[in-house]
């Protein structure tokens, strides 16, 4: 560094501003850090946060409405949801080209499924219709085919609809080889005089190309081409054939000649001779609410409500099970967390006050359980709590209770607060052994000098000391108690179950993942909010799990 008795900066050695010179030095001493520490970043943003950011995401994602009826809920907007009567006769038939293309991909199921979560009886309504509504297109195809021949085979749709590039490419592609097919490409000018056709041919080639893996070549168009073909021919827009020259000119122009005497297909009534719920206002005003890609309606029912046309409302109160179950894990979660302070604290008072060799001595029997399945444990406490158990035949043994009389222990909320708490009750003492160790006894020898009672001295100058490690242990004891799901499933029953074997049984069996991620976020807000009034009222940094 050279020194300058001169205006002007001082300068490093290089002849740099040294606070130049010290600042690049800082950035590159936090980058080298930075370096360090990426790897454990990068894993904690991909293992948490990420997974945490997709739950709270599938919380209010609902795009399989939208994305399964485009057609249906675009029309859908306009049809007043409180009216007493279904949507008009457009509206149903946007829905029968919706459901046609969905049962091709059995999606159809999928979305009755989704619906079903709000309206009981969606999914087998939806299952229904899928396997009826080819039939409502048949009616134009088999008229179409009856006409001319020539709507028939599936190659002279491809001569219609497909580019020459593309035909010339199909008829050069080896079926056997390992090429790729073709991918369709539509005829310049098709699509101006037969827009409804063009879309759904489009449709149709690309799902047979890329989701059946079929040859375009060898298949024919489904159904709802040739109804998309009689709604071509008979629009306004009709006229311009009469100007077309290109393959199958003269058909064309002999359908639309013949399509003004075609029979034609009633959707409301044909969806009603399907199931008369299709012309049931409610289920239409279920689709209409949930035709938003994103929604609060997993939150809502995550609280006991259900969206509505008038809005938010409560379900009836014999669907309402969440808010109790929300409220038992908080108060059964508080209980096990209590009974591990009662248990845990005068355990550790004896470890913390025992010679370090007989201290560690004991401390494997706090540890063991630790070594032993939660699994077993929880099973070896499902025998035990049994009214024939081991802890019933010992009460009736001691003539505590009548052979008549044996407690329910198991099955209930006793079983499962008795259960947790023993699994739970090394994580409150293993704090408190580690902030109790740090208290010199001679605090307690020096209060009983200056006459204090033994009660007093605790109560006075050991037990606030203590404090720190009642709340590292209460906040471990009551985090883990409210997700546990395993201990609660096999001895708590009906009644003494968590809000978290709901949230795993809309994950792994009603297959309900935006309630499930509703409930979860409900869960985590709960507790990030009793993390914060812990921090107000007793303060986070009297957390202390030693020292």
Same mark, same amino acid.
């Given at each position: 560094?050279?020194?300058?008795?001169?205006?002007?900066?001082?300068?490093?050695?290089?002849?740099?501003?040294?606070?130049?010179? &010290?600042?690049?030095?800082?950035?590159?001493?936090?980058?080298?850090?930075?370096?360090?520490?990426?790897?454990?970043?990068?894993?904690?943003?991909?293992?948490?946060?990420?997974?945490?950011?997709?739950?709270?995401?599938? $919380?209010?994602?609902?795009?399989?409405?939208? @994305?399964?009826?485009?057609?249906?809920?675009?029309?859908?907007?306009?049809?007043?949801?409180?009216?007493?009567?279904?949507?008009?006769?457009?509206?149903?038939?946007?829905?029968?080209?919706?459901?046609?293309?969905?049962?091709?991909?059995?999606?159809?199921?999928?979305?009755?499924?989704?619906?079903?979560? @709000?309206?009981?009886?969606?999914?087998?309504?939806?299952?229904?219709?899928?396997?009826?509504?080819?039939?409502?297109?048949?009616?134009?195809?088999?008229?179409?085919?009856?006409?001319?021949?020539?709507?028939?085979?599936?190659? !002279?749709?491809?001569?219609?609809?497909?580019?020459?590039?593309?035909?010339?490419?199909?008829?050069?592609?080896?079926?056997?080889?390992?090429?790729?097919?073709?991918?369709?490409?539509?005829?310049?000018?098709? @699509?101006?005089?037969?827009?409804?056709?063009?879309?759904?041919?489009?449709?149709?080639?690309?799902?047979?190309?890329?989701?059946?893996?079929?040859?375009?070549?060898?298949?024919?168009?489904?159904?709802?081409?040739?109804?998309?073909?009689?709604?071509?021919?008979?629009?306004?827009?009709?006229?311009?054939?009469?100007?077309?020259?290109?393959?199958?000119?003269?058909?064309?122009?002999?359908?639309?000649?013949?399509?003004?005497?075609?029979?034609?297909?009633?959707?409301?009534?044909?969806?009603?001779?399907?199931?008369?719920?299709?012309?049931?206002?409610?289920?239409?005003?279920?689709?209409?609410?949930?035709?938003?890609?994103?929604?609060?309606?997993?939150?809502?029912?995550?609280?006991?409500?259900?969206?509505?046309? $008038? *809005?938010?409302?409560?379900?009836?109160?014999?669907?309402?099970?969440?808010?109790?179950?929300?409220?038992?894990?908080?108060?059964?979660?508080?209980?096990?967390?209590?009974?591990?302070?009662?248990?845990?604290?005068?355990?550790?008072?004896?470890?913390?006050?025992?010679?370090?060799?007989?201290?560690?001595?004991?401390?494997?029997?706090?540890?063991?359980?630790?070594?032993?399945?939660?699994?077993?444990?929880?099973?070896?406490?499902?025998?035990?709590?049994?009214?024939?158990?081991?802890?019933?035949?010992?009460?009736?043994?001691?003539?505590?209770?009548?052979?008549?009389?044996?407690?329910? &222990?198991?099955?209930?909320?006793?079983?499962?607060?008795?259960?947790?708490?023993?699994?739970? &009750?090394?994580?409150?003492?293993?704090?408190?052994?580690?902030?109790?160790?740090?208290?010199?006894?001679?605090?307690?020898?020096?209060?009983?000098?200056?006459?204090?009672? !033994?009660?007093?001295?605790?109560?006075?100058?050991?037990?606030?000391?203590?404090?720190?490690?009642?709340?590292?242990?209460?906040? &471990?004891?009551?985090?883990?108690?409210?997700?546990?799901?395993?201990?609660?499933?096999?001895?708590?029953?009906?009644?003494?179950?968590?809000?978290?074997?709901?949230?795993?049984?809309?994950?792994?069996?009603?297959?309900?993942?935006?309630?499930?991620?509703?409930?979860?976020?409900?869960?985590?807000?709960?507790?990030?909010?009793?993390?914060?009034?812990?921090?107000?009222?007793? *303060?986070?940094?009297?957390?202390?799990?030693?020292?």
């Amino acid at each position: 560094m050279s020194d300058t008795t001169t205006k002007g900066p001082v300068l490093a050695a290089d002849g740099t501003p040294l606070k130049k010179s &010290l600042n690049r030095a800082l950035r590159l001493q936090k980058l080298r850090a930075l370096a360090l520490i990426a790897p454990l970043l990068i894993f904690v943003l991909v293992t948490f946060v990420a997974p945490i950011a997709d739950m709270l995401f599938r $919380s209010v994602e609902n795009d399989i409405v939208s @994305e399964t009826l485009p057609r249906t809920t675009t029309l859908l907007q306009e049809w007043d949801p409180e009216s007493p009567a279904p949507p008009d006769a457009n509206v149903f038939k946007a829905f029968y080209e919706d459901m046609f293309i969905a049962q091709e991909g059995k999606t159809h199921t999928v979305l009755g499924g989704r619906l079903n979560y @709000e309206l009981t009886g969606m999914s087998s309504l939806f299952r229904k219709s899928g396997r009826k509504v080819e039939d409502m297109g048949e009616v134009y195809q088999d008229q179409f085919e009856d006409l001319n021949a020539f709507w028939k085979d599936g190659e !002279n749709w491809n001569a219609l609809m497909g580019s020459d590039q593309w035909l010339e490419e199909m008829a050069g592609w080896d079926p056997k080889s390992n090429a790729k097919q073709p991918r369709f490409e539509l005829r310049d000018g098709i @699509e101006e005089i037969l827009p409804e056709t063009s879309a759904k041919f489009r449709g149709y080639a690309t799902f047979v190309q890329t989701v059946d893996e079929d040859n375009l070549a060898k298949e024919d168009p489904w159904a709802l081409i040739y109804s998309s073909l009689y709604d071509d021919l008979t629009a306004e827009g009709a006229a311009s054939l009469g100007n077309y020259a290109g393959p199958a000119a003269a058909e064309l122009q002999e359908a639309a000649a013949a399509a003004e005497s075609f029979e034609t297909v009633d959707f409301v009534a044909a969806f009603k001779e399907i199931d008369k719920d299709w012309v049931n206002p409610k289920v239409w005003q279920t689709i209409h609410t949930y035709s938003p890609t994103i929604t609060n309606g997993y939150f809502l029912n995550a609280i006991d409500m259900q969206k509505s046309p $008038s *809005g938010p409302q409560m379900r009836p109160e014999n669907q309402q099970i969440y808010l109790k179950l929300f409220w038992r894990t908080m108060v059964m979660s508080v209980m096990i967390t209590g009974s591990c302070i009662l248990l845990g604290y005068p355990v550790a008072w004896i470890l913390a006050n025992l010679p370090a060799r007989t201290a560690n001595l004991l401390m494997i029997l706090v540890l063991l359980p630790f070594w032993t399945s939660l699994l077993v444990r929880t099973s070896a406490w499902k025998v035990m709590l049994q009214q024939q158990g081991v802890i019933n035949d010992t009460l009736v043994w001691l003539g505590i209770v009548g052979t008549d009389d044996r407690l329910a &222990l198991i099955n209930n909320q006793t079983g499962t607060i008795i259960a947790m708490t023993h699994i739970l &009750l090394p994580f409150m003492i293993l704090p408190l052994y580690s902030v109790m160790a740090t208290i010199p006894q001679t605090y307690l020898r020096a209060a009983k000098s200056l006459g204090a009672t !033994n009660w007093t001295a605790f109560w006075r100058v050991y037990f606030p000391q203590s404090v720190p490690g009642i709340g590292a242990g209460s906040i &471990l004891v009551f985090i883990l108690a409210i997700g546990y799901y395993i201990t609660p499933e096999i001895v708590g029953g009906t009644s003494g179950t968590f809000i978290s074997n709901r949230i795993a049984y809309h994950i792994s069996s009603s297959l309900n993942w935006g309630l499930g991620a509703a409930l979860g976020a409900i869960l985590l807000a709960a507790v990030m909010m009793l993390y914060y009034a812990y921090d107000k009222i007793v *303060g986070i940094d009297n957390v202390k799990l030693g020292g």
